[in-house]
């Protein structure tokens, strides 16, 4: 399959009267863990971009939590959104993935939420003193050693990286912009907020100051709270991380996320620490 996009629509199944879309996923939503597996992104995105749908005239997404069930493999894929809790200025939208198996049949592997809130003028007390984010640089930025065999395939080679400072340099919060180098859908222009979410999950690497041949660190949930509508120049999606490691084999990753205006939204990504 081409990888002119993370994922090809195949139609529509309908089952136990719920109506799915279905999606063939590409390479290119390859893990940076294994190529049997989708990298957190992708999934994420194609549920975003199910529930964005849903949301009414006037209401912005306000919070998207993400759950990864386990692996997500790279087989066909079918998704679903809906109204869990409906409401006049306060909506709580629901989206689940679903992938085939080895016996054929269709697994949840994700599933997500989203606060859907009526919007207002506040631009008068509009605040926000997130630091400045360098902006993305002409050259590719360099790309963290570990990830050095895998950065021409799977989720890495599908986007354009630009490290404000080295990725292998002093401990502490890391500065990199990022974009898809593809749309989510096949012959899709993506929303700027599937275009956030079609790469935000990579937070979890940007900020990585493990070493991935002795430590694995694994995430299997995502929450971004936004505060303003994102609008990525050019696709290009900001974010400063850090990775917080407690001794019980448990981290969090933490990111302010940026387009060309400055932070929009603050992400948090709960991970599960093991030595090799």
């Not at 590409?26 to 999934?43: E, F, I, L, R």
């Not at 998704?79 to 989206?95: C, D, E, F, K, Q």
């Not at 509508?229 to 990111?255: K, N, R």
Request: proline content about 8%; some cysteine.
């Amino acid at each position: 399959m081409a990888d002119d996009a993370f994922f090809h629509p195949a139609g529509t199944l309908a089952a136990d009267g719920v109506e799915y879309e279905v999606f063939d996923p590409a390479p290119a939503t390859a893990s940076v863990w294994a190529d049997t597996m989708q990298h957190g992104a992708p999934p994420a995105a194609i549920m975003v971009r199910a529930m964005e749908k849903l949301v009414g005239d006037g209401a912005r997404i306000s919070r998207v939590t993400v759950d990864l069930l386990g692996v997500v493999p790279i087989t066909r894929t079918r998704v679903r959104a809906w109204h869990a809790r409906p409401g006049r200025t306060i909506t709580l939208l629901a989206a689940e993935m679903d992938c085939l198996d080895d016996t054929g049949a269709y697994r949840t592997v994700a599933r997500a939420q989203a606060w859907a809130l009526a919007a207002s003028d506040t631009a008068p007390i509009a605040r926000d003193l997130s630091p400045a984010l360098p902006p993305p640089g002409e050259v590719d930025g360099a790309m963290p050693d570990f990830f050095e065999h895998l950065k021409d395939q799977g989720f890495l080679a599908a986007c354009d990286w630009r490290f404000v400072d080295h990725p292998d340099g002093p401990d502490g919060p890391k500065q990199c912009w990022i974009r898809a180098r593809m749309p989510l859908v096949a012959g899709e222009a993506p929303s700027p907020l599937v275009q956030v979410f079609s790469v935000i999950d990579a937070a979890n690497g940007i900020s990585a100051y493990l070493d991935p041949t002795s430590v694995t660190w694994m995430n299997m949930d995502m929450t971004v709270h936004l505060h303003r509508s994102p609008a990525p120049v050019d696709g290009w999606v900001g974010v400063l991380g850090d990775q917080l490691v407690g001794g019980e084999g448990i981290g969090t990753t933490v990111s302010r996320i940026y387009d060309g205006a400055g932070a929009f939204a603050v992400g948090a990504q709960t991970l599960l620490i093991a030595t090799r």
